[in-house]
């Protein structure tokens, strides 16, 4: 049985489906305004509910040693529509979870569209959401349509930001060289649905490495216009980018080689190696880690084509870059996630300044849970600060520090979850232990992180 006053929910992306899953869920009249299909965006292709548009990875799966896969299992346990859709769709992919786009992207479309208590409208909401809403949930995401982007500045007072996300790159597996690609996950790490030989491995020697790098830094780039010119988040470079700041840079990051071996040459280890992931069920489809750019596209194939067993390689998608804007949350959202200057709204999603899949989501399902119960005239707290749910909401609508020298706005960036964002928790050596050896203090400190969180998320329902 559903309430009488309805959720208004503004887009239907990861944040937006899981928030009107979660409220429907709990007995509310849910409301789901989504523009696509009526008006498209610089980076969907279809008008489903919760399309993948970057990367098909929701990252770690391990609850106990990562904090990412922790949110993954406090959502799980909240009865998440994002998670049970991954579930039943995820591929291969070392410790990672990944999923097939459009298997998983249909799931929850066929979820929002069989709830009974959810309607779906398809309509841009262009302009503030009308006085007569009184339960908002605004998840329109980073592409939010420029009418309601217009708006929420005006209604806040505070300029919005934006940075620059990743479209992933996709390339056809049978265009590989698989005469010189191996498959291996790092460590051979096999994750859910995995084997351990989940990545597609293209290996470089030194001179193959230094070209590549070389070629990066002369490419010509898409110059954007100057309202778009604004600092990339550190979590989402173009490669181009990182190869200016030092000719090793990228041999640290999305082309690190530690944890492979090449089987066809055990004893030679490779200097750098790019990895490319499952992106779809068939196995057909293959995505570059890592390798977002903003090189013009009539540059990029030939480019990508100087990595070692892609010298053929045949693209889905050359990727790209898209504008992204977000809240400065610190200043205009309450630790209720509502806006300050308009107590009817909350807001969800990227939109807010979390940066990934799954932390969008979780703050769907928070906002989700929080407007149900004031549809029933109840009052509900935010998480815990203890789990991955709580200690996330928490940095976004008050945990952030100004960098000295910098207004908040300027200053506040998208934010993965992580361990630093938790408190602190106090580990004992294991009995009989004269001291820590190795890494076993970090191992025990996320054990512990975890444990507690999945403890004090049973007190919130």
């Known amino acids: 049985m559903s309430t009488s006053e309805p959720i208004h929910i503004i887009g239907g992306g990861l944040a937006g489906s899981e928030a009107a899953w979660q409220a429907a869920e709990a007995g509310a009249t849910v409301i789901v305004h989504e523009m696509r299909g009526v008006r498209g965006t610089d980076a969907h292709s279809t008008d489903s509910f919760a399309e993948l548009v970057c990367s098909n990875s929701f990252r770690s799966d391990d609850h106990e040693q ?54 779906v ?12 809403w009184k339960n908002v949930i605004i998840a329109s995401g980073p592409l939010t349509s420029p009418a309601l982007a217009d708006a929420i500045p005006a209604k806040t007072g505070e300029d919005a930001l934006a940075f620059f996300d990743a479209i992933a790159l996709i390339v056809h597996k049978d265009s590989i060289n698989m005469d010189i690609v191996w498959a291996q996950s790092r460590y051979d790490k096999a994750g859910p649905s995995g084997t351990g030989a989940d990545y597609l491995n293209c290996p470089m020697n030194k001179d193959q490495y230094y070209a590549f790098v070389e070629a990066l830094t002369v490419a010509p780039l898409h110059e954007f216009k100057d309202w778009e010119k604004v ?63 903003k090189m013009r596209y009539g540059i990029r194939a030939d480019i990508f084509r100087m990595i070692p067993g892609l010298e053929n390689a045949q693209f889905a998608r050359l990727g790209g870059l898209h504008r992204n804007t977000f809240l400065n949350s610190p200043k205009v959202l309450g630790a ?62 008050g945990g952030h520090i100004e960098a ?15 361990f630093g964002l938790f408190p602190e928790v106090t580990i004992t050596k294991p009995e009989g232990a004269g001291r820590w050896r190795g890494n076993d203090k970090a191992i025990a400190k996320r054990k512990a992180i975890t444990s507690r969180a999945l403890e004090d998320l049973k007190g919130w329902a």
């Open 66 to 119: 990562n904090a990412v896969g922790l949110l993954h299992e406090e959502m799980r346990r909240r009865g998440s529509l994002i998670m049970r859709a991954a579930d039943q769709h995820k591929l291969p992919a070392g410790g990672a979870l990944a999923v097939d786009r459009h298997g998983f992207s249909d799931e929850v479309t066929r979820a929002i569209h069989n709830h009974a208590n959810i309607t």
């Open 121 to 132: 409208v398809r309509e841009e909401i262009a302009g503030w959401p009308p006085e007569d």
């Open 231 to 293: 600092p990339y988040f550190d979590g989402c470079l173009p490669i181009e980018v990182m190869a200016e700041r030092g000719v090793e840079t990228l041999r640290h990051g999305p082309m690190k080689p530690v944890g492979l071996t090449n089987p066809r040459d055990p004893l030679v280890k490779s200097y750098a190696i790019v990895q490319l992931r499952q992106d779809n069920a068939l196995g057909t489809l293959w995505n570059m880690v890592g390798f977002q750019t």
């Open 336 to 397: 209720d996630l509502k806006l300050k200057a308009d107590p009817r709204i909350r807001f969800a999603g990227q939109v807010t300044g979390v940066e990934g899949y799954v932390e969008s989501a979780a703050v769907g399902l928070i906002t989700g849970r929080l407007a149900a119960a004031e549809s029933r005239g109840e009052s509900s707290a935010t998480p815990p600060l203890t789990t991955a749910l709580g200690a996330l909401v928490a940095h976004i609508t």
């Open 404 to 418: 000295e020298g910098y207004s908040g706005a300027r200053s506040f960036q998208p934010m993965n979850v992580n």
